[in-house]
């Protein structure tokens, strides 16, 4: 491991964010860039609808205020903290969105909302959001990085933590700040940023990403007043580096900003199924396997998944009791295949974990980590692969391996299908399509939009 540089990362990080202008950007990753503002709002609108979203929205009326900044999903407005709440809840509520493997984190999910609330405030056009949306992204996954995977491995959910942080880093942008105030922004994120990953299969996971993005406007708003924080917070003794992850650091995560677009290398993964990560690539492998078999679902006697130890680790409720921990369970999500055929915001339900179809299913599936797909062979490269056998009733067997399902960045949704994507959250939501189509067509074109607030408003 190489020494990170003594100037600072607070520091290093406040002046490059500062500096950043979409000239500097490739175009390459301002797509990415695009994909991920429309992917994130897509599953936004549609976690509006979750219960845990609708109670939070209640507790940031009652505790946060009216304000200028809109609760994607829904006809409310509240003050940009507020905003950041309930949007970045709403946009983890049904863990249909994107993945980070800089650090294993949720990136978007925490930086959009934090943008999006302090672009309002500002009331600042789409070149600036969009600007503002890559610093704070570019950001956080270059923690993930200097931090390495062991953060996230040793219990801290780094998409809290270093989501955090971005999200400072982003709102800050979004606001004007120079070089200085937003190291203090970040400074004051990371003094603040928490996480654990004990929370998974609960509301506290969801709620856990909006106060992330709460966090980072409040740091931002905090720092453009002139509030003094620590900038050594990460190489302090008693900082973050040595707290979160025993003084473990990579400089090679900050040296590369600007150079090697984390947007882009090692890219978004961005979901075909409203679970976690961790299952897909086993999901979509039992249906490829039954599909080119040609084989009965109901026939299936049996289905083994060998997943390396990032799956095992993440995939924790065998049998779930409720949605929340649905999303996070291999038998769940393989059952849905068996069972439905398919797995969507509406089978993310307590009517489908009471359904005695799907419960059956799942009692046929076992997963196990398997030692191999834990070597070199297989990491960093496919991080979250899944090797899945097959036993029918009549004792056939086939098998499979895969390592970048559909949305992985090896294997990433065409346009029009992230497109389709978004119609279908809409349609969840309750929208009629020529609102989606308006707000879907603004955001492929953020940086042509003279204001924020106008694209959300309607207005184009």
């Not at 065998?318 to 849905?336: K, L, R």
Request: glycine fraction near 10%.
């Amino acid at each position: 491991m190489r020494k990170v540089h003594s100037a600072g990362i607070a520091e290093r990080l406040g002046a490059w964010v500062s500096g950043l202008s979409l000239s500097h950007v490739p175009e390459a990753a301002l797509h990415v860039a695009r994909r991920c503002i429309i992917d994130t709002s897509a599953v936004a609108i549609a976690g509006s609808r979750t219960g845990v979203a609708e109670r939070l929205r209640a507790h940031v009326s009652g505790q946060y205020g009216s304000g200028a900044c809109t609760l994607l999903g829904t006809a409310h407005s509240a003050s940009a903290l507020g905003a950041a709440l309930a949007n970045g809840t709403a946009a983890h509520a049904l863990d249909f969105d994107d993945t980070s493997y800089a650090g294993v984190l949720h990136g978007s999910t925490i930086v959009l909302p934090a943008v999006l609330a302090a672009a309002q405030q500002a009331d600042i056009a789409g070149g600036q959001f969009l600007e503002a949306f890559i610093a704070g992204s570019e950001a956080a996954y270059a923690l993930g990085l200097t931090l390495t995977d062991s953060h996230y491995m040793r219990g801290w959910w780094a998409t809290g933590t270093l989501g955090a942080i971005g999200a400072a880093a982003g709102a800050a942008k979004a606001g004007g700040l120079d070089a200085e105030p937003v190291a203090r922004a970040i400074a004051l994120a990371a003094l603040g940023a928490h996480g654990m990953v004990a929370m998974l299969g609960t509301d506290a996971k969801p709620i856990l990403a909006g106060q992330a993005a709460r966090l980072g406007v409040e740091s931002a708003l905090l720092a453009a007043q002139g509030h003094s924080a620590p900038l050594q917070v990460f190489e302090d003794p008693r900082g973050l580096l040595a707290l979160m992850n025993e003084g473990r650091a990579d400089a090679a995560g900050l040296e590369e900003l600007g150079q090697t677009w984390r947007l882009m290398e090692p890219g978004i993964a961005i979901k075909r199924h409203p679970v976690c990560s961790a299952a897909q690539a086993a999901m979509e492998l039992t249906g490829t396997l039954i599909a080119e078999n040609k084989l009965d679902r109901e026939h299936i006697a049996s289905v083994r998944c060998e997943v390396p130890r990032l799956v095992k680790i993440s995939l924790v409720h065998d049998t779930p009791a409720t949605p929340a921990q649905a999303q996070f369970s291999m038998p769940f999500a393989i059952g849905c295949i068996l069972a439905y055929g398919a797995l969507g915001p509406g089978q993310i339900s307590a009517e489908s974990l009471a359904d005695a179809r799907l419960r059956a299913a799942m009692e046929r599936v076992e997963m196990a980590e398997a030692e191999d797909l834990n070597g070199e062979e297989y990491q960093p490269r496919y991080p979250e692969c899944a090797r899945v056998t097959l036993v029918t009733r009549e004792g056939r067997e086939v098998s499979g391996f895969l390592g970048a399902p559909a949305g992985m960045p090896e294997n990433p949704l065409s346009d029009e299908a992230l497109s389709e994507k978004f119609r279908d959250c809409c349609d969840f939501a309750g929208w009629p399509r020529e609102r989606c189509e308006t707000l879907l067509s603004a955001l492929w074109s953020i940086e042509r939009a003279d204001s924020v607030s106008g694209i959300l408003r309607g207005e184009g």
